[in-house]
């Protein structure tokens, strides 16, 4: 049964810190992993991982894939108020493009 | 574009009600998915179709069924519905293909079963 673990559970920083998001997963036949962000409603997509060792990056936000490792982590720096969400991970075991996310973190970021 | 829609937004339904959630999508894309989220268990696959008249199961799918009868559309319906699938629902759709597509989610509706 393919599995994906995120931690933390829950983080609370402040503005301006730096924070390091972890992911996981087992799964048969890995294709890639994907973070999303998922404020009030729906999640929205930030990145797409395929291969090992090459960062993904968009404005404050990175990601890194580990496939010998086989996790994740995704950065955030000068943390923002507006970071504040449930970051899901997910893996896409290439299986009718089929997604198993992990838990979630839920990030809060205090002015 | 809308994008990915869902209607109803919020519902409550009593026990042994029936239901039906509509998910509609308007980028032409091949695959839908009907995902539930409950509290720190990130989302669940329930059900999922690769093409319009196919269905597969999910991971969690019973008490629950699909139909795809257009392209554009994925129908989620819970026939006699139970305090278990309090939850919120979202649908999500994608390309198909050889490349490698990001899922895209609509608005989610939050159900409660009393």
């Known amino acids: 049964e393919d599995k994906v673990v995120q931690s933390p559970l829950s983080l609370v920083v402040h503005e301006g810190d730096t924070v390091t998001l972890n992911c996981s997963y087992e799964?048969?036949?890995?294709?890639?992993l994907l973070w999303y962000k998922q404020e009030k409603k729906a999640p929205t997509f930030l990145f797409m991982l395929?291969?090992?060792?090459i960062e993904k990056k968009s404005g404050r936000l990175s990601s890194i894939l580990d496939k010998k490792e086989l996790s994740s982590i995704l950065n955030i720096t000068a943390t923002q108020t507006g970071d504040s969400a449930i970051y899901l991970c997910?893996?896409?075991?290439?299986?009718?493009?089929?997604?198993?996310f992990g838990g979630g973190t839920r990030l809060m970021v205090k002015p | 574009n809308a994008g990915v829609t869902q209607t109803p937004k919020f519902r409550v339904l009593k026990t042994g009600q029936s239901m039906t959630l509509l998910c509609a999508q308007d980028?032409?894309?091949?695959?839908m998915y009907w995902y539930r989220q409950d509290p720190g268990m990130g989302l669940r696959l329930i059900h999922y179709?690769?093409?319009?008249?196919?269905?597969a199961k999910g991971e969690v799918p019973d008490g629950y069924n699909v139909s795809r009868l257009k392209k554009q559309n994925f129908l989620l319906g819970l026939e006699s519905a139970a305090p278990s699938q309090t939850s919120v629902y979202f649908c999500?759709?994608?390309?198909?293909?050889?490349?490698?597509?990001?899922?895209?989610f609509g608005p989610g509706t939050r159900l409660t079963v009393t």
């Open positions: 999500a759709s994608s390309y198909q293909g050889q490349g490698l597509y990001e899922q895209y």
């Open positions: 799964v048969t036949n890995f294709r890639s």
């Open positions: 395929t291969s090992s060792g």
């Open positions: 997910a893996v896409d075991n290439n299986a009718g493009n089929m997604l198993t």
């Open positions: 980028m032409n894309h091949e695959y």
């Open positions: 179709s690769v093409g319009e008249g196919t269905t």
